[in-house]
């Protein structure tokens, strides 16, 4: 099956800060999105980027489909923005989506 | 519009106890994923399902566990004789196609006592 690698494992911000999240994919996909899992655990959906450039306030997401990689970047960070961060792919006929370990993002004031 | 519901959103359950955990897709939403969370493992995919039909069980352990999306009324993830190793959060999903989008529920969190 596909296998989703992110990094950094860990990352520690001041407020304000801008960051850049990665995700390897080891296959094509036909399904990439992001998600944000909160304090209280739940998911919630950032983007959905197969492929292609979005922006969403003060986060936008990249996918290089051709390289096997996307990119989050969060620019101006709020201590609101603590979680962790998961990249999730599909591929070919599986419509299941692969999680990879995560981000685990900490955003001082 | 609504988003995926889940209920309960905390479950206690004995050890062989049954669990049952519900899944109601967006509107419109035909196709459902269950995933479950557990602690140092991450998030796996267990199951997909539209109405009435199983399609990829490939992630559900063989024994105990079930699903089933029917006609009428919610997915219901059926867990039996519960085990401590069952303790996780238990996410639901759902699509409008196949290999679009993916909305979660807020989960339900299964604890095994």
């Known amino acids: 099956g596909i296998q989703v690698e992110q990094s950094p494992p860990d990352l520690i911000l001041q407020e304000g800060a801008n960051s850049t999240l990665r995700c390897n994919f080891s296959d094509s996909v036909n399904n990439l999105q992001w998600f944000h899992q909160n304090p209280w655990g739940q998911l919630i959906n950032l983007f959905y980027?197969?492929?292609g450039t979005k922006q969403n306030g003060r986060l936008s997401a990249t996918t290089v489909a051709t390289e096997r990689y996307s990119l989050l970047y969060i620019s101006s960070s709020q201590t609101t923005d603590s979680g962790v961060y998961f990249c999730?792919?599909?591929?070919?006929?599986?419509?299941?989506?692969?999680f990879g370990k995560g981000t685990l993002l900490t955003v001082n004031p | 519009n609504a988003g995926v519901m889940q209920n309960p959103r905390h479950l206690v359950r004995r050890r062989g106890q049954e669990a049952r955990l519900r899944c109601s897709p967006m509107?419109?939403?035909?196709?459902v994923y269950w995933y479950r969370q557990l602690p140092e493992e991450g998030l796996k995919f267990m199951v997909y399902?539209?109405?009435?039909?199983?399609?990829?069980e490939s992630g559900m352990p063989k024994e105990r566990f079930s699903a089933e999306f029917p006609k009428e009324g919610p997915s219901i993830l059926r867990i039996q004789q519960v085990v401590r190793g069952d303790s996780a959060a238990y996410f639901c999903a759902s699509s409008p196609s196949p290999n679009s989008e993916q909305y979660f529920g807020p989960g339900t969190r299964l604890t095994v006592t």
């Open positions: 399902l539209q109405k009435e039909n199983i399609i990829d």
């Open positions: 980027i197969p492929s």
């Open positions: 999730a792919v599909g591929g070919g006929s599986n419509y299941k989506l692969t």
């Open positions: 509107k419109g939403h035909s196709h």
